[in-house]
């Protein structure tokens, strides 16, 4: 036997036999069928229970399977692969299936006449309306509470990385802590007594804003905080070596290197107040009419429109088809923001290469 078969056979003994390619799908393709059947034995009527004897039988059919033909260790390996993919499944399948119970029910009524109109001069029973109202009101709300919560998040989070030393740091980072978990209805509560009834400023947009703006800033300090962090600090030491002050290397440089990530935190903590409702139901009270200024008297929004029209319906299918599409709207709305993010990161990310 020449040289080059020994060494080819002893490669493929040291290799060892292996599954194939589509062992996975072929494990998964059984594991249904099997959890399907056991289901409908059983009497078991929810799907989602057969999805989880599935999932059960997938792992433990790609342990005993792999463990044949592989060994017990390539089969552990391929267990966590199998629970990691089984894991990601069970997140992805509630996100799509809301996605989809939104898309089929809010369509029925989403359309140019819904986005334009208001609900003036219709009855929360009556089919007709629309949302314009609640959409002005929401894009003025957030926007107030952006312009105040970020500016004061950002400047928060470049103290405490650049310059936050001693027990004034920590008494920041503590509260910022005690901010991130505070629930919405507190921060509604905290602007109603100080805002409404102490300074009798009366129910607004701008009310609604401000207590946005306390669920905001905490999130804000923390992405930024993080993103500030991954700034090598060979970049402020080259910086300050030139002879830059110190807030002129933060100014411009590092700043614009943690732009991306500092705009990615910002539309998340944007997206996170569109959709609070506690603090909007305190404050803006709402109203069925369009009011484009956010600083006096009851302003409506698509949360609480939603919430209105699901309340107030009485059974009425017109009500509960007009808050299933602004819902729709209110998704849509929040995809944008995550797209706008994204496309502003890759712009301001600093440029690397030729």
Avoid at 122 to 148: K, N, S
Avoid at 187 to 199: E, T, Y
Avoid at 329 to 345: P, Q
């Amino acid at each position: 036997m020449s040289h080059a078969a020994v060494t080819a056979k002893r490669q493929s003994t040291l290799r060892g036999a292996s599954l194939p390619k589509w062992s996975p799908w072929a494990i998964a393709a059984g594991s249904i069928a099997v959890g399907a059947g056991i289901g409908l034995g059983a009497g078991l009527d929810s799907t989602i229970q057969w999805g989880l004897i599935a999932a059960v039988l997938f792992v433990l059919g790609t342990y005993v399977i792999s463990a044949r033909v592989e060994g017990r260790r390539q089969a552990k390996d391929r267990v966590a692969t199998s629970l990691v993919w089984v894991c990601f499944i069970a997140a992805v399948i509630p996100l799509a299936s809301l996605i989809w119970e939104t898309l089929k029910r809010g369509v029925k009524v989403f359309d140019v006449y819904f986005l334009t109109h208001s609900m003036g001069v219709v009855a929360d029973t009556e089919p007709g309306g629309g949302i314009y109202h609640a959409i002005l009101g929401t894009l003025e709300q957030v926007g107030i509470a952006t312009v105040i919560a970020v500016p004061v998040g950002v400047l928060t989070a470049v103290y405490l990385v650049e310059y936050g030393r001693g027990k004034l740091a920590r008494a920041v980072t503590f509260f910022v802590d005690v901010m991130t978990g505070v629930p919405s209805i507190v921060a509604g509560l905290f602007v109603l007594s100080f805002w409404i009834l102490i300074l009798k400023m009366g129910y607004s947009g701008f009310a609604g804003s401000l207590a946005l703006a306390i669920l905001m800033m905490p999130v804000v300090v923390r992405s930024t905080e993080e993103m500030l962090k991954l700034v090598p600090n060979e970049l402020r030491e080259a910086s300050l070596a030139l002879g830059v002050p110190k807030w002129r290397t933060i100014l411009k440089v590092v700043l614009p290197t943690s732009i991306g990530g500092i705009t990615t935190g910002v539309m998340l903590a944007i997206a996170r107040i569109t959709g609070e409702t506690a603090p909007v139901l305190l404050l803006v009270w709402g109203t069925n009419f369009i009011n484009s200024n956010p600083f006096q008297d009851p302003q409506a929004s698509l949360p609480l429109y939603i919430y209105q029209q699901y309340a107030n319906s009485a059974g009425s299918g017109a009500a509960y088809d007009r808050a299933w599409a602004a819902a729709l709207a209110l998704i849509g709305f929040v995809m944008i923001l995550n797209l706008a993010a994204r496309g502003i990161a890759r712009w301001k990310a600093p440029k690397t290469g030729r």
